[in-house]
């Protein structure tokens, strides 16, 4: 990834930027969204990511975090208090 100087993190000042931080904000808010939801972040973009990849048909209300769906192995098993 270029950077216009800097740390890695300064990556969304070059001309890449803008798409690398809107994709960097959207995955962070599915994962944030998953854990108020009570799953498991990694075992939910899994499952999310091979129904992308096995399914054309999916609908996306299908695989939000909230959505009835979700399988139980996405499911925290220890509850936040």
Known sequence: METSGGTRGQAETTEKGPVFT?????IY???QTAMENDLNPQ??????FKQ?????????GKMLPWAEEIPE???MLI???
């Open 22 to 26: 809107k994709s960097s904000a959207a």
């Open 29 to 31: 808010s599915l994962i």
């Open 43 to 48: 075992a939910y973009l899994k499952y999310v």
């Open 52 to 60: 992308i990849q096995q399914r054309n048909d999916i609908g996306v």
């Open 73 to 75: 192995n996405c499911k």
């Open 79 to 81: 509850k936040r208090s």
